[in-house]
């Protein structure tokens, strides 16, 4: 039985109402920012070759991308198990214009 709060609200409402919240309020002040994002390519690194699955998974986000952000183009970075893709986001400018396509596991 879930624990009451505030006028018979259960905790299992409470939590995703504050959690729906939270991303809406995260949600509005990145918007309030970012109101001529983008102005030039936003950068997709791939850390793995061209057509396996993370490349394609890649160029999927990537389109889904262009259709709301503007033009994502996808760069594939092979080789050191993905150090190098990671050494070049690390060593982009920090402008939110290169983002790095990682795999888990």
């Not at 998974?57 to 033009?71: K, T, V």
Request: net charge neutral; proline share 9%.
């Amino acid at each position: 039985m879930a624990r009451s709060i505030g006028r018979g609200l259960g905790i299992d409402t409470v939590r995703p109402v504050a959690f729906a919240a939270a991303i809406a309020l995260g949600l509005a002040s990145a918007a309030a920012g970012a109101e001529n994002f983008p102005q030039k390519p936003i950068k997709l690194i791939v850390p793995f070759g061209a057509g396996g699955p993370p490349d394609v998974a890649a160029r999927i986000i990537g389109a889904y991308l262009s259709d709301h952000f503007g033009p994502v183009v996808v760069e594939n970075h092979v080789g050191a198990g993905g150090t190098l893709a990671a050494r070049a986001v690390a060593g982009a400018p920090p402008d939110g214009y290169t983002l790095l396509a990682a795999t888990a596991g």
